[in-house]
């Protein structure tokens, strides 16, 4: 529910006035949902630190009525007491502990899915551009730092404030003076830690960026490893690998370098402190104006309170991080769709043929650049099959992509069944246009999953009628586990020509009102190639057909051939072999 409410791409004209505000802001949209179980973890915090604090007054009185006055059965008392406490305050620790996970694990998913779904908005375009590796790192690393920073941040500060007040509070009653002693040098501690805000951050952006690197090397080359070894480039790629492992380990040298002396001098500076109150109470002791339980008492809640100042200190320096991450993270929500859904979606005529309009269609990825595509004017009629041609970076995917609506023309309209895309539901717009294309999209998973992945209500009968149409039982009953059958990740355990009748059961299934193939049969044969056109043709007889070849067997059977030129769409004559 959060993730709905705080909407990445609900607010551009708010975000740009103030981009920090709007992104704490869109942050803390997803805590506040749990504000009052946060506010549950608070209390359980005051409650086990005000017993935690209870334990050092009673040990002055232990020491001072009770050993030192040699009353035991007050010291009996007082050490049931103690232990009473202790035991009280590890109970509602651990329930404190229980909610937090709770809690943090839901804002954490939260965030996570909102970027995700997020992405899943963007355009090819942007993938195209974007690394993959540094995509997850940001969905991971940075979304799980800002995630500590929302939750982490905010109740260790309330602990920490409570814990630190309430130490000095009872320090101060039993000596004002050793209590002032005592934090005379936090206000150094504070501004060495300003002074260093400027190299964290730098230091923590590298360190991202670095890593980032990293995971788009692995996932990169762990997908292309057939390829890496059939040019024998192995050595090359692990010694780019070293490059990345060194350039990341000197960076986060420097970082852990940075981050101990964020840490390290206030300590010593502490430590410091610690050493003045004990030479300043024990001649207080000694001259008799401070009791031997007084100074225990006062050195147990001054360690007390030396935890607090240390979180609340390294908190800053987290939130240095934090906000690199946060950085990092609202660079990818605020790029905006390309395309957007439509207030009101008009439904698709019911019995519709799946006519296919383009008119007067222009459109560049550059506004500034020339055009991709220029005035396209196209009919295809319903039931029909029209074939595309033309050159590499023509722009005929360019056309498959508007078709989909990845994105929307800069001119002209696409009228599917008599209704502008842009009219349409996204979603049962890319469900009625199937996409068989050269490089068939294939998951880790079973054989069986991959045919439903368009269809996952599809009944097992509607599967396996759909894999025997697309002759897919033929191959699929020889292997061991049948249609359990793990294809491997992006389907590298089936042949090119088994991943392509694989798409197209899966087309079969979805059941479309227009199917593309765009090279769908380049991976076989000419041979095969005419055996799975007739299929396509015989299985998708009522359906339109768009096909995009370079080969004269895909085309067979089309009412209409055209080749995209320079922008255009113009008739084309009919490659050798292919009937009129």
């Known amino acids: 529910m959060a993730g709905k409410l705080t909407d990445p791409a609900e607010e551009p004209s708010r975000r740009a006035a103030d981009p920090q505000a709007s992104a704490l802001g869109w942050l803390f949209g997803f805590v506040r949902p749990h504000a009052g179980r946060l506010a ?80 899943q908005r963007l355009s090819p375009a942007y993938y195209a551009r974007s690394r993959g590796g ?53 206000p150094a501690e504070v501004l060495f830690l300003r002074a260093m805000r400027p190299r964290v951050e730098a230091m923590t952006r590298r360190v991202r960026e670095r ?64 050493a003045l109150v004990f030479i300043a109470g024990g001649t207080m002791m000694i001259q008799g104006r401070l009791t031997l339980g007084a100074l225990i008492a006062f050195s147990a809640y001054l360690a007390r309170a030396t935890g607090p100042v240390q979180t609340l200190l390294g908190l800053y320096v987290a939130s240095l991080r934090a906000r690199v991450s946060l950085t990092r993270v609202m660079e990818v929500t605020r790029v905006a769709p390309a395309v957007a859904q439509p207030a009101r979606p008009r439904p698709l005529p019911a019995g519709g043929a799946g006519e296919v309009r383009f008119e007067g269609l222009s459109f560049g990825y550059d506004p500034e650049g020339p055009p991709v595509l220029e005035d396209v004017d196209l009919i295809a009629r319903g039931g029909g099959k029209i074939g595309l041609i033309g050159i590499s970076g023509a722009g005929k995917t360019t056309l498959i992509d508007l078709l989909h609506r990845h994105y929307d023309p800069a001119a002209g309209r696409i009228l599917l069944d008599g209704l502008d895309l842009r009219d349409l539901d996204l979603s049962e717009l890319r469900r009625k246009i199937a996409v068989v294309a050269q490089d068939t999209v294939l998951f880790a998973g079973s054989v069986a999953d991959n045919i439903r992945y368009a269809a996952p209500e599809a009944s097992d009968a509607a599967l396996r009628e759909a894999a025997v149409r697309a002759q897919v039982d033929r191959f699929v009953l020889a292997l061991p586990q049948g249609y359990d059958t793990e294809v491997g ?27 593309v193939l765009d090279e769908a049969t380049s991976a076989v044969d000419y041979e095969t190639e005419a055996r799975i056109v007739q299929a396509i043709d015989e299985l998708f007889p009522d359906r339109t057909r768009l096909v995009i070849s370079h080969r004269p067997e895909a085309l067979q059977g089309a009412d209409a051939i055209l080749e995209l030129a320079r922008g255009r769409l113009v008739p084309a004559a009919r490659p050798a072999g292919v009937p009129q």
């Open 40 to 119: 549950a973890i608070v209390l359980l915090s005051l409650a086990s630190t005000g017993l935690a604090l209870a334990q050092p007054y009673i040990t002055k009185f232990l020491i001072d009525d009770g050993l030192l006055a040699g009353q035991m059965a007050l010291v009996v008392w007082l050490c049931l007491a103690m232990v009473t406490a202790g035991l009280a305050g590890s109970l509602l620790a651990a329930l404190n502990r229980w909610h937090y996970v709770s809690v943090s694990g839901r804002i954490l998913f939260a965030l996570r899915e909102a970027v995700y779904r997020h992405l």
């Open 489 to 515: 990740a992006r389907g590298t355990a089936l042949s090119g020509g088994q991943r392509q009748r694989l798409a197209i059961a899966r087309a079969l299934l979805q059941d479309p009102l227009v199917l």
């Open 211 to 274: 890593s980032g690197d990293l995971t788009s090397f692995l996932f990169d080359t762990l997908g292309t490893m057939k390829f890496i070894q059939s040019v024998a480039a192995e050595d090359r790629e692990a010694r780019r690998l070293e490059g990345l492992n060194r350039s990341y380990l000197k960076d986060l040298l420097r970082l852990q370098m940075v981050n101990f002396a964020t840490a390290a001098v206030p300590n010593l500076m502490t430590s410091l402190s610690t």
């Open 134 to 186: 540094d995509l997850m790192n940001r969905l991971d690393g940075d979304v799980g730092e800002i995630q500590r920073f929302a939750v982490d941040t905010l109740l260790a500060s309330v602990n920490g404030v409570i814990a630190l007040a309430g130490a000095l509070a009872l320090m101060a009653s039993l000596s004002w003076q050793l209590s002032l002693l005592a934090l005379v040098l936090l």
